[in-house]
């Protein structure tokens, strides 16, 4: 009888069918709206429901998300589910399809004719770059030489030479590269890959508890928490590198 109270109320959590859907808002505001709520949410944590499949916002033209109150809606049943009754996400994710599945994101608006250049394209997030690569394609997409590929796994940022390179190894040497042309080469980053270590050992011991439960809902959410503190972990060092920079100019 409690678990048939606690699934109503779940599932009054979420109204897809919600007034003003016409009206779209940005990632940060979904993040105001929703904190009172849930005062932990982060940026992060919404792009990686996104990447999970659980909410698909619209892209505006300009490549910046745009939620609607129906995404909103999602976001809040997802996050209470989360909160409130432990569920994985593939039970999450399940459940919502049997309400109404993620609608697919509208093609971006036709561009103009004859539209200016777009600027160069910055390199992507860690964790962004689309699927593994074998080692000729991984110069090609990167440009970084063999020498400096080398170079990277000689010092650890990726993996042993040959792959194949997962996704988030490419992005490391895209931002490896990156960070050459300023002069910086690998042995100068020996200290971000030991501080990624630290990171990656400091997730392993929060979510090890859970991890060793039996059954296989519990390692999917472990998964899914080691994902979420990584990405809080990594806005935390953005963040203390933008506070401290300022000191070094003065």
């Known amino acids: 009888m409690v678990r048939g109270r606690r699934r109503r109320r779940l599932s009054g959590a979420i109204g897809l069918g919600v007034a003003g859907a016409h009206e779209h808002c940005g990632i940060g505001e979904v993040v105001d709206r929703l904190r009172p709520d849930f005062p932990g949410l982060t940026i992060s944590k919404i792009r990686f429901l996104e990447a999970e499949g659980l909410v698909a916002p619209r892209r505006a033209p300009s490549g910046y998300r745009r939620f609607t109150p129906a995404d909103i809606e999602r976001l809040r049943f997802v996050l209470t589910a989360q909160r409130d009754h432990y ?3 593939r039970v999450i994710r399940r459940r919502l399809a049997e309400r109404e599945p993620v609608p697919a994101p509208p093609p971006p608006a036709e561009a103009a004719p004859e539209p200016a250049p777009a600027p160069e394209r910055a390199p992507a997030p860690v964790g962004e770059e689309p ?29 042993p030479c040959g792959g194949p390179y997962a996704a988030d190894e490419v992005a490391v040497v895209r931002l490896a590269g990156a960070l050459g042309r300023y002069g910086l080469r690998a042995r100068h980053l020996r200290a971000a890959v030991a501080a990624a270590d630290r990171e990656v050992a400091l997730i ?46 003065d």
Do not use: D, F, K, N
């Open 204 to 249: 392993r011991q929060v979510v090890a508890p859970m991890a060793h439960r039996r059954g296989p809902e519990a390692h999917e959410r472990a998964r899914e928490l080691a994902g979420e503190i990584a990405g809080l972990s990594t806005e935390l060092h953005a963040a203390l590198v933008r506070a401290r920079l300022p000191r070094t100019l």
């Open 131 to 159: 699927g593994c690569a074998g080692r000729e394609e991984l110069i090609e997409r990167t440009g970084v030489e063999p020498e400096r590929l080398a170079e990277l796994e000689e010092y650890g940022l990726v993996g």
């Open 87 to 89: 569920l994985p996400l």
